[in-house]
């Protein structure tokens, strides 16, 4: 953001016609009085102008006059939070940046300052208004619709599955997904531990038991081998779970080929959370489509979005139409509201789901973005050695929905002091999830560790995610890792 500082540097021996016409050429509003050894003196703006010529000065008279003040001034190693407060303070839209000697390095605006940089912000193409303006024109608002139809039969296709159901959210999927597989009052749900609650919620709405797994070190998913542990002791003591919810985290695939086997060894059906992996794939093979029923979120922040909403995906045609039964309030065939069952209002509205279409004709490009911002990250960054990004195993192709990184144990710096500093320069960072079973909610839940150290906790103590939007500027990804290179 540096400003060519000569154009709008000049002396006392300039005259007001030069000074005003140097705030012309350069738009900024803002002059630079700088002595005859080019140190900087004080901010000259066309208020000061306009006051010399209202005292009767002319537009030869030079600025000798003009008053002596003292200017809010920066030196480097400011932060961008620190420029901020002191422009409001002095309501003021520009501090020059000095050097040792008093020189002027650089001007900063506030217009230019204040801009954040966010963690994952929607990202619209160009089709999605079209469809929306379809749903208009054909007054197709709600309920369902044709939109929600081919928005439906386009995730199958693209995952590759024979079904999909369109919903409001994705934690209304997963909790449809449970109820599908009766999920009720009493019953034992095996969960990824390290997930957003929403993963959990529904088998707590449904009455069930949640008993954790913890993470594997290679991809920071469900751990196979805590899942047999867990699958070994719920069928010595009697009780298997009704389902096992494993997570994609991050827009990475879990290991599946073990998790599935040992789903399958166990007769305990899966359902795959992939609200985070829409795009990625597994050994070739579109993640979310390997469980009985998978589920995908279109929420705001995540790799595409409806604003709001989610997909159920499953192979049966039995299960994706008592899906849809289940999600329109499940009314009995009957020409009266007739119900044998409690259903839920579930479903997709027709307008959300053009926004859906339209973004999903980009869902490439849009992961192809966040992996470049991943890798950006990682290369620019490599030099520092306490930093460790989230590891890609050969068989994951991840879509990096979210930069996760984790700062090594001998690191000089913590998770807490690199968010606040990158904070302070008004960009956005998260802790990792923390854990399920470190939630005081869930303090009672069982819980299975990888090995006899939990891997969720090390992830969540040391873990980080930075901005990862597809929709992120190189100047942004620039000033990210600017910030964190400080820190070296
Ligand atoms: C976002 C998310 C959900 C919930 O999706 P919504 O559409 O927000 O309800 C579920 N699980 C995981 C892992 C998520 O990240």
Redesign the pocket.
């Known amino acids: 953001m540096t400003v060519n500082l000569d154009t709008i540097s000049l002396q006392r021996s300039s005259t007001i016609r030069d000074a005003l016409a140097a705030l012309d050429r350069s738009a900024m509003g803002i002059l630079l009085l700088v002595d005859a050894q080019g140190r900087f003196e004080r901010t000259v703006t066309d208020g000061d102008l306009r006051r010399m010529l209202l005292d009767g000065k002319t537009l030869n008279d030079d600025l000798t006059t003009l008053p002596a003040r003292t200017s809010v001034v920066l030196q480097s190693g400011y932060t961008r939070r620190q420029a901020l407060a002191l422009m409001q303070e002095a309501v003021i839209n520009h501090i020059p940046i000095l050097d040792e000697d008093g020189r002027a390095i650089d001007l900063i605006e506030r217009a230019k300052i204040d801009q954040q940089v966010l963690l994952s912000t929607p990202h619209m193409g160009e089709a999605e208004l079209e469809y929306v303006a379809e749903a208009f024109r054909t007054n197709w608002i709600a309920p369902l619709g044709p939109n929600v139809d081919a928005f439906e039969t386009e995730i199958a296709a693209m995952v590759g599955v024979k079904h999909a159901v369109a919903l409001s959210?994705?934690?209304?999927a997963?909790h449809i997904a449970l109820r599908l597989l009766d999920v009720g009052v009493g019953d034992v749900v095996f969960c990824s531990t390290l997930?957003?609650i929403?993963?959990i919620n529904p088998a707590i709405y449904q009455g069930a038991r949640p008993v954790f797994i913890d993470s594997e070190p290679e991809s920071w998913n469900m751990s196979p081998r805590a899942l047999e542990q867990a699958l070994l002791a719920a069928k010595a003591a009697g009780q298997l779970p009704k389902a096992v919810i494993v997570?994609c985290?991050y827009g990475q695939s879990a290991d599946m080929d073990p998790i599935v086997a040992l789903c399958d060894r166990f007769g305990v059906p899966l359902v795959e959370?992939a609200?985070?992996s829409l795009g990625a794939k597994y050994r070739g093979r579109a993640s979310g489509t390997f469980g009985k029923l998978g589920?995908y979120?279109?929420?705001g922040n995540?790799i595409i979005t409806t604003s709001?909403?989610?997909m159920l995906v499953t192979d049966s045609a039995e299960l994706a139409e008592r899906a849809r039964f289940l999600a329109t309030q499940a009314r009995d065939p009957a020409p009266h509201y007739q119900h044998s069952v409690i259903g839920y209002n579930y479903r997709m509205s027709n307008v959300l789901a053009g926004v859906g279409r339209g973004q999903l004709k980009v869902l490439d490009e849009r992961v192809a973005a966040r992996r470049r911002v991943f890798e950006t990250y990682k290369s620019e960054l490599a030099s520092i050695d306490w930093l460790e990004w989230m590891p890609e195993p050969e068989w994951s192709f991840s879509t990096h929905w979210l930069a996760a990184c984790v700062i090594k144990p001998d690191a000089p710096i913590t998770v807490d002091k690199l968010i606040r500093a990158l904070s302070d320069e008004f960009i956005e960072a998260r802790p990792m999830w923390k854990p399920m079973h470190l939630q005081p909610i869930f303090a009672d839940a069982e819980y299975y560790r990888h090995g006899n150290e939990s891997v969720s906790d090390g992830l969540f103590e040391r873990g980080i995610c930075l901005p990862s939007g597809s929709n992120l500027t190189d100047g942004q990804i620039g000033r990210v890792i600017e910030t964190i290179q400080k820190l070296q």
């Open positions: 959210s994705g934690t209304a997963i997930t957003f929403a993963s997570v985290l959370d609200a985070e589920i979120s279109f929420n995540k709001g909403g989610g």
